[in-house]
């Protein structure tokens, strides 16, 4: 096992209720801004029970926060920030409303052009006002991390920034909040879960047993509970169960001591930067596709994945290999991400686009060998058309 360092300071209220529990975390005399997204909170009444909580707090509520969000729609909001003089947010809603509350709490404070939050990964955020947030989608962890991707969307750019003053002081989970969401918003969900933790895992082993341990663990509960999501859509210990495996997914707890891959993602928010997929569905495009491309590099763990995961037990290692990465397709298949360009009606022509992408970010030695060039996610593509 590699050595580490780890904390995590956000405060979880997990359960039925606990929305009530948003007033215990506040100080009385904040001032604090809501931000949302849509408007699936007011419809399924998660909004009136946060204003319920917060009965006689001064509050403010900026809405309109776009899945995958942009940084123009978030510096309105930053506007609203300085007039009101906001001291607290609380973000209500699913990765794009927290990632955006994240980058309107660190912009707020940030001396300089807040573009440059992202162009530098967060590394000269200082300060940020306090965020605390209720999810309503469990998918990117985002409400126990401390990370945020966000798009400009007039030149098209998806980046990610990360600091530790934007990682919530507290969030509260309550699996009742999911009975609204959509058939494709709870399959992104499973998808997206699954890729954190398989770009934490699939790498090269190091002997990590508690990391590998858990993470297959994560890996059965989506493998049960993602088709029993959707089958029952308001059975609480699906619901549960689904909401806290995604939150330890990314939380800090699985990269421990580990080495980690995280080209898919590299990839993924190119093509969503670019073409507007949805997250969870670039993911279950690129993920088996870096998969057969590494296959030789990542064969270890592959097996370790094939036997423990998904008791495949018979064949040569590269039967067991082949019918792991397929086993996968079939369960994005079947969660409604089909794993292939052609299935979003994306064909061979996007993959010099994602390419020269990768390129003018940066992001040319992506994997957990820091080897996969913008030439290799050509190839890599080729294999998802
Ligand atoms: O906007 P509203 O009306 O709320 O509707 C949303 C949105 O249309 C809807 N929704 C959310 N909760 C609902 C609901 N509808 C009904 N009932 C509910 N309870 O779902 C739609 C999608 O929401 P979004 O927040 O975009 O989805 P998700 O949570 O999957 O977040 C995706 C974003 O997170 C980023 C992605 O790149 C993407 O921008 N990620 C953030 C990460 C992080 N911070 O650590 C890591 C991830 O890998 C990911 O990159
Ligand atoms: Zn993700």
């Given amino acids: 096992m590699n050595n580490f360092s780890v904390r995590n300071t956000t405060q979880i209220h997990f ?11 506040i100080p009385a005399d904040a001032r604090v801004l809501i931000t949302y997204g849509g408007g699936s909170i007011k419809k399924n009444g998660v909004l009136d029970q946060v204003h319920t909580a917060l009965n006689g707090y ?13 940084f123009e729609t978030l510096m309105k909001a930053v506007e609203i920030v300085k007039k009101e003089n906001i001291t607290y947010i609380l973000a209500v809603g699913g990765g794009s409303v927290i990632d955006g509350s994240k980058f309107i709490a660190a912009a707020s404070l940030y001396p300089n052009d807040p573009w440059e939050i992202l162009k530098t990964y967060g590394a000269h955020v200082a300060d940020a ?46 699996p009742e909040t999911t009975y609204s969401l959509p058939t494709r918003q709870v399959a992104n969900g499973v998808v997206d879960s699954f890729v954190h933790t398989v770009e934490q895992y699939m790498t090269y082993p190091v002997n990590a047993k508690v990391q590998d341990r858990f993470a ?31 939150t330890m997914a990314l939380n800090g707890t699985l990269n421990t001591g580990v080495p980690t891959d995280w080209a898919t993602h590299m990839i993924g928010h190119e093509i969503t930067g670019l073409y507007g997929l949805d997250h969870a569905q670039t993911l279950a495009i690129v993920l088996p596709a870096v998969w057969k491309y590494k296959k030789e590099q990542k064969k270890a763990k592959l097996l370790q994945y094939a ?76 294999l998802a058309l």
Wanted: glycine letters at 8%; aromatic letters at 6%.
């Fill in 58 to 70: 001064a509050c403010f509520e900026f809405s309109g926060i776009e899945p995958n969000p942009h």
């Fill in 307 to 382: 036997e423990r995961v998904l008791d495949l037990r018979t064949g040569s290692d590269d039967e067991r290999v082949d019918a792991a990465i397929k086993k996968t397709e079939e369960f994005f298949e079947s969660m409604g991400n089909p794993p292939r360009l052609s299935a979003y009606s994306l064909d061979a022509s996007v993959i010099p686009a994602v390419a020269e992408k990768l390129t003018q970010h940066g992001h040319v030695k992506l994997g957990e060998y820091g080897d996969i060039t913008p030439e290799d996610v050509k190839e890599i593509l080729k």
């Fill in 15 to 25: 359960g039925k209720g606990q929305i009530a529990k948003i007033k215990d975390e």
């Fill in 216 to 246: 297959e663990g994560l890996l059965h509960n989506l493998f049960e509970d993602g088709p029993a999501a959707l089958a029952n859509p308001t059975d609480y210990d699906v619901r549960a169960n689904l909401m806290w495996t995604a």
């Fill in 129 to 174: 006002i306090p965020l605390g947030c209720v999810l309503t989608l469990p998918a990117t962890g985002s409400e126990m991390n401390s990370g945020a991707v966000i798009t400009k969307a007039e030149t098209k750019d998806k980046l990610f920034f990360d600091s530790v003053h934007v990682l919530p002081r507290f969030s509260v989970l309550d």
